[in-house]
């Protein structure tokens, strides 16, 4: 269900009052006709977006990993984004991406992405886990942005993501999750265990686990949103999270990072706000009626699972 896909989910997020930025993962694993139509919806929204210019809904042109795109279709799909926003696509999370660059391009998967011009400062880069120290200097070098997913690269065995020294040299990398979870509080506890697991050192991470996810992801958003985003001061996105939480040692802003790593889950969190407008009030959505809502979405998914089993629920 491809073409109308990201207007459907803008929808949804205009009606809720969310934040977001969307893409649609171009691939060339289900043929020629739905790759064709992921381009064209790639393209489409973008080009939505851009003459609407709304704060709260942008574009990304997506991708999937690289072994799954030809250099055509990198091809296309540079030409129908023509520059008009930045590209969104998994790099190197496991070795087989890297070898099949290597076999069939010719080259390492970053410098790929470099010949084909999608590198750049609106261009984000999940994973990056087999990367290369000159691979790394071409992400600084173009400006480039990286997302880490802990959980997800953990829960897939395909390493851990050499972070720490990818910040080193500069580069801009935020925290994220790949879908394995809804719950950010649960990356930032497993990026510092897998960072220190594979480091084999019990004394680094803790600082850029905490600038990744409230400064770094803030700097992403900034790349293609105008409102300030991640503090609180006039003039900044008014978006808010009011967390259900009994501290049992001193609590200050000196050590709410310790607080929220080892005391906090996503469950605390009781009040959410986006922009100025409440969305969720002491634990109940405001405005949604979440039951209705759970009993379609569970219909709709018998459905779905059934027909992709071949039985009827």
């Given at each position: 269900?491809?073409?109308?896909?990201l207007?459907?989910?803008?929808?949804?997020?205009?009606?809720?009052?969310?934040r977001?930025?969307?893409c649609?993962?171009?691939?060339?694993?289900?043929?020629?006709e739905?790759c064709g139509?992921?381009?064209?919806?790639?393209?489409?929204?973008?080009?939505?977006?851009?003459?609407?210019?709304?704060d709260?809904?942008?574009?990304?042109?997506?991708?999937?990993?690289?072994?799954?795109?030809?250099?055509?279709?990198?091809?296309?799909?540079?030409?129908?984004?023509?520059?008009?926003?930045?590209?969104?696509?998994?790099v190197?999370?496991?070795m087989?991406?890297?070898?099949?660059?290597?076999?069939?391009?010719?080259?390492?998967?970053?410098?790929?992405?470099?010949?084909?011009?999608?590198?750049?400062?609106?261009?984000?880069?999940?994973?990056?886990i087999?990367?290369?120290?000159?691979?790394?200097?071409i992400l600084?070098?173009?400006?480039?942005?990286v997302?880490?997913?802990?959980?997800?690269?953990?829960?897939?065995?395909?390493?851990?993501?050499?972070?720490?020294q990818?910040?080193e040299?500069?580069?801009?990398?935020?925290m994220?999750?790949?879908?394995?979870?809804?719950?950010?509080?649960?990356?930032?506890?497993?990026?510092?265990?897998?960072?220190?697991?594979?480091?084999?050192r019990?004394n680094?991470?803790?600082?850029?686990?905490?600038?990744?996810?409230?400064?770094?992801?803030?700097?992403?958003?900034?790349?293609?949103?105008?409102?300030?985003?991640?503090?609180?001061?006039?003039?900044?996105?008014a978006?808010?999270?009011?967390?259900?939480?009994?501290?049992?040692?001193?609590?200050?802003?000196?050590?709410?990072?310790?607080?929220?790593?080892?005391?906090?889950?996503?469950?605390n969190?009781?009040?959410?706000?986006?922009?100025?407008?409440?969305?969720?009030?002491?634990?109940?959505?405001?405005?949604?009626?979440?039951?209705?809502?759970?009993?379609?979405?569970?219909?709709?998914?018998?459905?779905l699972?059934?027909?992709?089993?071949?039985?009827?629920?």
């Amino acid at each position: 269900e491809i073409p109308g896909s990201l207007f459907a989910i803008r929808d949804v997020c205009r009606e809720l009052g969310m934040r977001a930025c969307l893409c649609y993962e171009v691939s060339d694993r289900d043929g020629e006709e739905k790759c064709g139509e992921a381009i064209r919806e790639n393209a489409d929204f973008a080009k939505w977006a851009r003459e609407q210019d709304d704060d709260m809904i942008r574009a990304m042109f997506g991708g999937h990993a690289l072994f799954t795109l030809s250099d055509r279709t990198f091809a296309r799909m540079v030409e129908a984004n023509n520059g008009m926003t930045g590209f969104h696509i998994h790099v190197a999370e496991g070795m087989n991406d890297v070898y099949d660059s290597l076999r069939n391009y010719g080259c390492r998967p970053v410098n790929r992405l470099l010949n084909h011009g999608i590198l750049g400062e609106k261009t984000i880069l999940g994973h990056c886990i087999h990367i290369n120290p000159a691979e790394m200097e071409i992400l600084r070098e173009t400006g480039t942005m990286v997302v880490n997913n802990p959980e997800s690269n953990m829960g897939n065995a395909v390493g851990c993501s050499p972070v720490l020294q990818m910040m080193e040299r500069g580069i801009l990398v935020g925290m994220g999750t790949d879908a394995y979870t809804h719950d950010m509080l649960e990356s930032l506890k497993v990026f510092l265990l897998i960072q220190r697991h594979n480091a084999c050192r019990p004394n680094v991470g803790w600082c850029e686990d905490m600038q990744m996810l409230f400064r770094n992801n803030a700097a992403i958003g900034a790349r293609y949103f105008r409102k300030p985003l991640g503090v609180l001061k006039p003039g900044a996105a008014a978006d808010v999270v009011v967390m259900d939480y009994k501290p049992f040692t001193p609590f200050s802003e000196e050590n709410i990072d310790g607080h929220m790593l080892f005391g906090m889950m996503g469950k605390n969190c009781r009040t959410t706000i986006i922009n100025g407008k409440v969305l969720y009030r002491d634990r109940e959505f405001v405005g949604i009626d979440e039951d209705a809502i759970n009993a379609w979405t569970l219909e709709q998914s018998k459905k779905l699972w059934g027909a992709l089993n071949r039985r009827s629920y």
